[in-house]
């Protein structure tokens, strides 16, 4: 087994920010020795804060550095496409977030270069790391409620993002409800067969006029037989509610509440108790074991439990729900010959 890890982190917003100080303080075997950002001064002020010597505002800086191992690609998923290329031309070991690329011809693109470059990539699909989530997982493959039949998953939020982000996010279905899709893979242990989305503009009407939706359902179905539908909602201002349920021929799995701390206050008036009010909260250990797992691997020599490839599935689902939700048609992944190319 490798030592440690030298990593950088690219990209500096508030999830970036998140991984630094959890790659700095938090994860074994890890040991990160530089911060870059586009935004002048960014890169500086986070290096000093969680005491990193090197810090640039130039990408290749990290990606030319020879002494670095891996790379931690948090940068707007319009920048995947280059970055992960030059990252894996230059020898680097690679963790993305999600979506891996803004389309299914850039993923084919950034797929052969990691492989041809023998890297080691993990796709940023954190709910599969989860406590809760990993250990529906192990009771499913333990045969805790039997055959899993159906997935039911559910997103819901109130912290809109605002013009500016919505018009470069790729559309409700591609930046929110990818993660269902891949959940929903990772739960049934099956392939999308089939999709048909629905969407509407409930509240927010600026989004559409970027082609975009605030609420939206998809419909799957899957080769073994099992089906999923998924749920996404910005419209969710009394917090964030992320919630999910396998259906199996034996028994059922439920995941998710609203509540932050297992705690009720009893009054004359009724029972109230804290909510959930933003991702950070819901996922925080969710987001370090990702990155624990993503070094552990790698110091092994062992295969990400999430990779490339599934990045691009769960992307060829959002694709298609996109499309399905424009055309009013339901897309069949099989006869697109996407699913596993």
Request: with cysteine.
């Amino acid at each position: 087994m490798k030592e440690s890890i030298r990593i950088a982190v690219l990209g500096l917003g508030r999830l970036g920010f998140w991984h630094a100080e959890n790659l700095a303080q938090k994860v074994k075997g890890a040991e990160l020795v530089a911060v870059a950002d586009q935004m002048p001064g960014r890169a500086e002020e986070v290096a000093r804060q969680i005491g990193v010597a090197k810090w640039t505002d130039n990408p290749d800086d990290i990606f030319e550095d020879p002494n670095i191992d891996a790379v931690a690609i948090i940068t707007p998923t319009s920048t995947h496409h280059e970055m992960i290329q030059k990252a894996a031309a230059n020898g680097k070991h690679i963790f993305t977030e999600k979506p891996i690329t803004e389309t299914l011809e850039q993923a084919d693109e950034v797929i052969e270069v990691i492989q041809t470059n023998n890297i080691f990539c993990q796709v940023g699909f954190m709910r599969r790391f989860d406590p809760a989530y990993a250990e529906a997982k192990r009771r499913i493959e333990a045969g805790d409620i039997g055959k899993p039949l159906y997935f039911k998953g559910l997103s819901r939020d109130g912290n809109t993002p605002p013009p500016e982000f919505i018009q470069n996010s790729g559309g409700l279905y591609l930046d929110f409800s990818i993660h269902e899709y891949d959940t929903a893979r990772f739960f049934l242990g099956q392939e999308v067969k089939e999709v048909i989305a629905h969407g509407s503009v409930v509240q927010h009407e600026y989004v559409a006029e970027h082609g975009d939706v605030d609420q939206a359902l998809t419909y799957l179905t899957f080769d073994g037989g099992a089906a999923a539908d998924v749920e996404a909602s910005r419209n969710a201002h009394y917090g964030y509610d992320i919630r999910a349920e396998i259906i199996g021929t034996e028994g059922a799995i439920q995941l998710g509440s609203m509540r932050n701390l297992d705690m009720y206050v009893l009054k004359n008036k009724g029972r109230t108790h804290d909510i959930l009010p933003d991702f950070a909260t819901q996922f925080s250990d969710a987001y370090l074991l990702e990155m624990v797992s993503f070094i552990e691997q790698l110091r092994k020599g062992e295969s990400p439990l999430v990779n490339e490839v599934d990045g691009k599935i769960a992307l060829e689902i959002a694709v298609a729900a996109t499309e399905s939700y424009k055309t009013g048609k339901k897309i069949n992944l099989l006869d697109k010959q996407l699913i596993g190319k």
